[in-house]
C-alpha cells in the first residue's frame, strides 16, 4: 500500500508519478510585477495559471499598471492598485501635491481593477504623516468603491491602521495582510471582520503559528508575499506563489486538519474576501 502523505488524501507515489492533479490554490498576497518573478511568470505562462490564483498587490503607480496588464493576459491574476507606504523610504522629499497626484490615478486605476492594495502604515519607512495622508486617500478611493476589498500593510501600526479605517464608512472587506500583532490585535481585527493572512514565516515562528491556531475559520487566509527572500528557507533565492503550497500544508498542521480541508478553507475566504463565487 502506498505511504500517504500526513494531513492529506494523497499518497508519495502520487506525486512522484505524476499522477496528481493539484486543484486551485489561492495565494491572497503577491507581487507579480517584481522583476524577480520574470523566471516564474514563465511558468505561469505554460500552465501553472491552472493551478494558482493570485491576488498581486501594487506598491506605485508603475506596478499598479503593470499588475492590471498581467490580469488581462491570466484570468487567474487578480490585480490591487496601491501606493506602499514604502514609497516614502524610497521619496523621502515627497511633497503633498505629488502624492495627491499620485492617489488621484490610483483612484482612475481603481476602476479596472480587483481591488485596493497594498496600502498602510509603517515607522520604519518615515514620514509617517504623508503615510497617513496616503492611506487616507487611498480609503477614500474604496470608500466609494465597496466592491473592491482592501489588503493592508501594518507593520507595527495595526492600531493606527484602526483607527484610520474607522474614520471612514469602510464597507469594503479588509485584509490585513502577513498579519504580526498581538493576539488582542488579532481578536479585535476578527471581531470587526477583517481578514488576517499569514505566510511562511508559519513554518517556523511559534508565535505566528499560536496567530494561526486562534484565527477565525472564516478569517483566515494564507499568502507568499513573493518575491519576498527567506535566507534560511531559499538560500537567497526569491520566493514564487509556488510556496502557497507550504503554507497551507502547515497551516492544516497547526490547526489539526488535513491539507485539503485547509485548502478549501482558503478558497472559500479567498471567495469571500473578493465576493467571488466559488469556482
Not at 124 to 134: E, H, P, V, W
Not at 156 to 174: G, P, T, W
Not at 199 to 225: C, H, M, N
Not at 261 to 279: A, I, Q, V
Request: net charge negative.
Amino acid at each position: 500500500m502506498a505511504t500517504c502523505i500526513p494531513n492529506t488524501k494523497h499518497s508519495i507515489s502520487d506525486f512522484i508519478l505524476g499522477n496528481l492533479v493539484l486543484p486551485v490554490m489561492t495565494d491572497c498576497h503577491a507581487h507579480l510585477n517584481d522583476p524577480n518573478l520574470e523566471g516564474f511568470l514563465e511558468s505561469f505562462r505554460n500552465g501553472a495559471n491552472a493551478q494558482l490564483r493570485i491576488f498581486s498587490n501594487s506598491t506605485d503607480i508603475a506596478s499598479s499598471k503593470k499588475n492590471l496588464q498581467l490580469a488581462s493576459v491570466f484570468p487567474s491574476v487578480e490585480a490591487f492598485v496601491g501606493i506602499h507606504p514604502e514609497l516614502f523610504l524610497h521619496h523621502p522629499q515627497m511633497s503633498k501635491e505629488k502624492l495627491d497626484d499620485m492617489c488621484s490615478e490610483i483612484g482612475l486605476l481603481a476602476d479596472d481593477s480587483s481591488g485596493i492594495g497594498e496600502i498602510g502604515l509603517d515607522p520604519k519607512y518615515g514620514n509617517f504623516d504623508l503615510q497617513i495622508n496616503a492611506m487616507e486617500r487611498q480609503l477614500e478611493i474604496a470608500e466609494s468603491r465597496r466592491d473592491l476589498p482592501i489588503s493592508i500593510h501594518a507593520r507595527v501600526a495595526i492600531s493606527e491602521c484602526f483607527d484610520a479605517l474607522s474614520s471612514y464608512n469602510i464597507r469594503n472587506r479588509v485584509l490585513f495582510h502577513w498579519f504580526s500583532g498581538t493576539e488582542s490585535e488579532l481578536r479585535k481585527a476578527h471581531l470587526l471582520g477583517y481578514f488576517t493572512s499569514f505566510g511562511l514565516p508559519a513554518l517556523f515562528s511559534k508565535r505566528v503559528g499560536s496567530l494561526i491556531a486562534s484565527s477565525d475559520s472564516g478569517l483566515l487566509l494564507a499568502e507568499t508575499d513573493a518575491p519576498v527572500v527567506f535566507e534560511s528557507i531559499s538560500k537567497r533565492m526569491p520566493i514564487t506563489p509556488f510556496a502557497i503550497a507550504s503554507v497551507i500544508f502547515q497551516m492544516s498542521i497547526i490547526r489539526g486538519i488535513s491539507f485539503d480541508e485547509m485548502r478549501e478553507m482558503n478558497e472559500r475566504n479567498s471567495d469571500e474576501y473578493l465576493k467571488r463565487k466559488p469556482h
